[in-house]
């Protein structure tokens, strides 16, 4: 297996790390804290305002990143690109504006049970703002959406809420037959798709999987925290007011009243994260460097290599799809009678990087009848090595357990 280790300076920094958590925040590559570097150095304006050269070539880079975008997640126009914060900030601006406009009394809401707190509780005050109806899809017990329950769920939805990969079970959502079959039974139904876990592993091609909406975050794809990408068709957004008010958003101001910018920038209010723009241009162009399939390969090969070994270990439930090609990047998992917390922190104790609580989805944990878990998660730069670490500090928490 291709080590990717040495393009990540915190590994040459730290050899001893196990970093297994990339499903909460990844690391950097050189090239990205270069990118930043370069253009705190070099180029360091705001964007969209000056007309002296740093400002042009800073307003010039956000614009190339936007087409970057646009072409990563295959949109049909570069308009349709918003820069964000995160995904927290996508969902809740199409939840604030568009959602708040569309969603009645009569309507309801559909999201599902394993969604992440972000994608989960903002639709849920959306319906209770609007009087409308609020569900949430059970999983099957293999971890998939249950797919019979939401064809039947979605018959009066206006919006359905659903994530890409789960950040829990690791499941990969099919979604582009999911949606043709939602768009099928319900079609004025609008979909928003949760790409947190999926746009650092998987390839998103917005216009084939036919969703609305669209959100993920840059840190977790190697680039910098505080960066984020919302998707929406078009046609959708240019009608929808905007959600924050200030500076580069308008067309123009009287005191008799103000007009928006049109799209893009009308979503764009404030000063942008550049230097997060920056990183995140750099860091698809690691991405594409390297490659998805190759990406996804070393991942699977990961997984089932973690997972091979896990289960020669006794006592330990794993969550979600059996099959390796229906997951991506996280392994949740309980021993039993310890918990998650102590696992975590032993395994820390030992400079092994995991995850362990709710992971922001505590509905998803109650209907699998747990409290907690903990959770492993990989990204390129990790190799078999990270998993032999892990697997002998499991066998030390259950030592310590006498389990
Ligand atoms: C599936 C999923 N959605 C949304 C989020 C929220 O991302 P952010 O905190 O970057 O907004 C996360 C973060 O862990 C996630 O895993």
Same mark, same amino acid.
């Given at each position: 297996?291709?080590?990717? /280790? ?20 990844? *690391?950097?590559? *050189? *090239? ?16 969209? #305002?000056?007309i ?8 010039? /880079? ?17 308009e349709? !690109? ?5 995904t ?6 199409i ?14 809401v ?5 969604? =992440?707190? +972000?994608?989960?509780v903002?639709?849920q ?28 769920? !979605? /018959?009066?939805? %206006? ?41 650092? =592993?998987?390839k ?11 959100? &993920? ?20 957004l240019?009608t ?13 101001? +009287? ?11 009308? &979503? ?10 920056? +990183? ?13 399939? %190759?990406? #996804? ?11 091979? *070994? ?41 400079n092994?990087?995991? #995850? ?23 990204? !390129? ?19 310590? &357990?006498? %389990?």
């Amino acid at each position: 297996m291709k080590s990717y /280790k040495k393009d990540f300076p915190i590994f040459t920094n730290h050899p001893e790390l196990a970093y297994l958590d990339s499903a909460a925040t990844s *690391q950097k590559p *050189q *090239q990205v804290l270069d990118a930043i570097m370069d253009y705190y150095k070099n180029y360091n304006a705001n964007a969209k #305002r000056g007309i002296y050269p740093i400002a042009e070539k800073t307003t010039l /880079k956000v614009e190339e990143v936007r087409e970057k975008i646009k072409n990563f997640i295959n949109a049909k126009y570069s308009e349709e !690109i918003i820069f964000t914060h995160g995904t927290t900030e996508g969902v809740n601006t199409i939840m604030n504006t568009f959602g708040d406009g569309y969603v009645t009394d009569e309507d309801d809401v559909v999201t599902t049970i394993m969604e =992440h707190h +972000s994608n989960f509780v903002p639709w849920q005050f959306l319906a209770g703002s609007r009087f409308a109806h609020f569900y949430a899809i059970d999983i099957t017990d293999e971890g998939y959406i249950n797919e019979k329950e939401l064809l039947e769920g !979605i /018959k009066y939805a %206006k919006i359905l809420a659903i994530t890409y990969v789960s950040n829990m079970l690791g499941t990969i959502n099919n979604l582009k037959e999911i949606i043709a079959k939602v768009k099928k039974k319900n079609p004025t139904i609008k979909v928003f798709v949760d790409a947190a876990q999926a746009a650092p =592993h998987i390839k998103i091609d917005v216009q084939d999987i036919d969703c609305d909406f669209l959100a &993920f975050s840059g840190h977790k794809m190697l680039a910098s925290t505080g960066i984020g990408i919302l998707y929406g068709k078009k046609e959708l957004l240019k009608t929808t007011a905007p959600f924050l008010f200030g500076g580069e958003m308008i067309k123009k101001v +009287s005191v008799i009243e103000t007009t928006f910018a049109d799209l893009p920038h009308r &979503f764009e209010a404030g000063t942008l994260d550049i230097a997060g723009i920056v +990183s995140l241009g750099a860091a698809i162009d690691y991405i594409y460097s390297i490659g998805f399939e %190759k990406i #996804r390969e070393h991942e699977r090969e990961l997984i089932a290599y973690c997972l091979a *070994q896990m289960e020669k270990i006794s006592a330990i439930k794993i969550y979600g799809p059996k099959k390796i090609k229906d997951r991506c990047s996280v392994i949740s998992f309980t021993i039993d009678n310890i918990h998650a917390h102590d696992v975590a922190q032993i395994l820390g104790d030992n400079n092994i990087c995991v #995850r362990a609580g709710h992971h922001c989805t505590m509905p998803l944990h109650e209907r699998l009848g747990i409290a907690a878990s903990t959770r492993v998660s990989f990204q !390129i730069y990790n190799d078999e090595k990270d998993v032999d670490t892990f697997i002998e500090g499991l066998k030390k928490v259950k030592k310590i &357990f006498k %389990k």
